[in-house]
């Protein structure tokens, strides 16, 4: 298995409501991150997992709230949420934080703050 | 500051021609500079990585250049495809730093 898996593919949620993006790999991979990403733009990192722990937080805001459970499986809890917050977010793996493999992301979640 | 620096912004190519995308870094301590390949409504996916140890790499139609003293890198798709219409991000890391810093993106379009 060389995916990485992210459900749902597409969400539509209110400012008032809790909602939870799920992300799953099966490489053994043992860094797992969140990004962000807006139109015609760079993904912008959010989180990394290493090891299961939280190692990076790029200050992201409180209605954003992540969760590594195990290895496999990467969550971001979202509450409250702002229009301005729509934008497709990336999950990721690598073998490492020690970056010299590269990502693999998943397909992402299309969300949409209404 | 940002710290990797992509141009052209876009990119139109006939089909046969060769594809030029170039990027340039300002911090030496990076190691490790991978080019992404992301069609619309996908993920990014890994396309083509180079160390600086190497000045260039080429897999299939796909190479990097690598210029360590300019602090420059380059991506060049031979016999460019319609299928290779897509935008592309080069990105930079250095070693145990847990991230990538991304370019802003190349959105490259080949006629038919």
């Known amino acids: 298995d060389t995916e990485v898996t992210q459900t749902p593919k597409h969400l539509v949620m209110g400012m008032t409501n809790k909602k939870s993006l799920k992300c799953e790999q099966h490489?053994?991979?043992?860094?797992m991150y969140w990004y962000k990403q807006k139109a015609k733009k760079p993904p912008e990192l959010m989180f990394v997992?290493?090891?299961?722990?939280?190692?990076i937080n790029e200050s992201v805001p409180s209605r954003f709230s992540p969760e590594c459970p195990n290895s496999s499986l990467l969550n971001l809890h979202l509450h409250a949420l702002q229009p301005e917050d729509s934008a497709l977010y990336l999950c990721?793996?690598?073998?490492?934080?020690?970056?010299?493999?590269?990502?693999?992301f998943g397909s992402g979640t299309r969300l949409t703050v209404v | 500051q940002q710290q990797v620096k992509q141009s052209p912004q876009s990119l139109i190519v006939q089909k046969g021609g060769i594809s030029i995308i170039n990027c340039a870094y300002e911090?030496?301590?990076?190691?490790?500079f991978p080019w992404y390949q992301q069609f619309p409504g996908k993920g990014p996916a890994l396309l083509i990585a180079?160390?600086?140890?190497?000045s260039e790499k080429k897999e299939g139609r796909f190479t990097i250049s690598f210029n360590k003293s300019a602090k420059q890198f380059s991506l060049h798709i031979m016999d460019s495809q319609p299928g290779d219409s897509a935008t592309y991000f080069c990105?930079?890391?250095?070693?145990?730093?847990?991230?990538?810093?991304f370019g802003d993106g190349t959105t490259l379009t080949v006629k038919p």
């Open positions: 911090n030496t301590a990076f190691d490790y």
């Open positions: 990105a930079a890391s250095r070693t145990n730093a847990g991230k990538s810093t």
């Open positions: 490489m053994g991979h043992r860094a």
């Open positions: 990721a793996s690598s073998p490492r934080t020690i970056l010299h493999y590269g990502y693999t």
């Open positions: 180079i160390r600086p140890d190497v």
């Open positions: 997992y290493s090891y299961e722990k939280l190692s």
